[in-house]
């Protein structure tokens, strides 16, 4: 199995265009558009898992930099999400061993 990012999407491409765009080169398991929680709207990427990771890099390779819905899409195999530190990480400042007192 392999999860493709498609980028560069026409906000008027709906996840029926990427699913067409990807059908030629084998069973798609999903294919989603991301759209803002808030206004509905696509942000102009997409998620697609591949079935065969073989039949996915050959998507990827012969749909890179093509055009779907008017735009040149950028398309590679999705990366994991960089994991965040849970506390919300270093705000700056000078944090040494000892504090002043107020």
């Given at each position: 199995m392999i999860n493709i990012y498609v980028g560069n999407l026409s906000y008027q491409?709906?996840?029926?265009?990427?699913?067409?765009?990807?059908?030629?080169?084998?069973?798609?398991?999903?294919?989603?558009?991301?759209?803002?929680?808030?206004t509905g709207r696509s942000k102009g990427f997409a998620f697609v898992e591949m079935s065969d990771k073989t039949a996915g890099l050959t998507a990827i390779e012969q749909l890179d930099n093509t055009e779907l819905n008017g735009r040149n899409i950028r398309v590679n195999e999705a990366r994991p999400r960089e994991r965040t530190n849970d506390r919300g990480g270093d705000r700056g400042g000078d944090r040494g061993e000892f504090r002043a007192r107020r």
């Open positions: 491409s709906g996840d029926a265009d990427v699913l067409a765009a990807f059908e030629a080169f084998g069973e798609v398991k999903s294919a989603k558009v991301i759209q803002d929680m808030a």
